[in-house]
């Protein structure tokens, strides 16, 4: 069965960095589009970011335009999100997707698997 196993959140200070990883199994994961999304407490389900499934393109919320990164290793069947000068705002636990064609997508309804999450605190 399709298994999305997210890893490498944690607690960091304003400014700082995370590397968030995605480990898939259960599907053929160099055909599907992946994406990144967030919930804060209280808050709904955020898109954040998505890559196609060879990694040539990439779309990002405009909250986190020009610090984040996504990318992806098919050979490790790993999906990355790449997180620099966090914010306070950033708190939230970030979920990976598998949607449902090659493409990413900036919608959560087109997302037919999720991981269980990772928690991402950045607070002084």
């Known amino acids: 069965q399709v298994q ?11 400014g700082g960095s995370l590397r968030l990883s995605c480990v898939a199994s259960g599907f053929t994961f160099n055909y599907a589009g992946m994406g990144w999304g967030r919930q804060a ?3 709904g389900l955020e898109w954040v970011a998505d890559i196609n499934s060879d990694g040539g393109s990439s779309f990002y919320a405009d909250s986190v335009k020009g610090r984040f ?3 992806r290793d098919n050979t490790k069947k790993t999906v ?7 914010k306070p705002e950033d708190t939230a636990v970030y979920y990976c997707g598998k949607s449902s064609t090659a493409w990413g997508t900036p919608y959560v309804k ?3 698997f999720r991981g269980q999450g990772t928690q991402v605190t950045v607070s002084s």
Request: aromatic fraction near 8%; charge should be negative.
């Open 4 to 14: 999305l196993m997210e890893s490498g959140g944690g607690s960091v200070q304003p």
């Open 41 to 43: 407490p209280g808050k």
């Open 69 to 71: 990164t996504i990318s």
């Open 80 to 86: 990355y999100l790449e997180m620099n000068s966090l």
């Open 110 to 112: 087109d997302y037919d």
